[in-house]
């Protein structure tokens, strides 16, 4: 059980990092969401050292609500173009 809790305490610091980096090399739009496309985030060096999955982070935060983006899984190369939204909320609650 402790191992279970260790993990999942853990995705939620990954998911702050992820929502923070978003912020950082993303694009703020009108409607108060950030923009940045899954080539950005995966050539991030500074997501790249502080998430343990970079993929599972942003499967985790979709679950959550937090972004949205096509398809269920993203792979660099093929949806390197994908746009992922940070909803409004999210890009208004993280903080670097």
Same mark, same amino acid.
């Given at each position: 059980?402790?191992?279970? @809790?260790? @993990?999942? /305490?853990?995705? +939620?610091?990954?998911?702050?990092?992820?929502?923070?980096? &978003?912020?950082?090399?993303?694009?703020?739009? =009108?409607?108060?969401?950030?923009?940045?496309?899954?080539?950005?985030?995966?050539? =991030? +060096?500074?997501? +790249?050292?502080?998430?343990?999955?970079?993929?599972?982070? &942003?499967?985790?935060?979709?679950?959550? $609500? &937090?972004? @949205?983006?096509? %398809?269920?899984?993203?792979?660099? %190369? /093929?949806? =390197?173009?994908?746009?992922?939204?940070?909803?409004? =909320?999210?890009? +208004? @609650?993280?903080? $670097?």
């Amino acid at each position: 059980r402790i191992k279970m @809790a260790e @993990a999942a /305490a853990g995705v +939620e610091v990954d998911i702050q990092h992820l929502v923070a980096g &978003l912020k950082r090399i993303g694009k703020a739009q =009108d409607d108060g969401t950030v923009q940045v496309t899954f080539g950005e985030v995966f050539a =991030d +060096e500074i997501l +790249e050292q502080q998430l343990e999955s970079l993929v599972g982070s &942003l499967k985790a935060a979709k679950k959550r $609500g &937090l972004l @949205a983006f096509e %398809g269920q899984m993203l792979l660099k %190369g /093929a949806h =390197d173009h994908v746009v992922i939204t940070l909803a409004s =909320d999210s890009a +208004e @609650a993280a903080t $670097g």
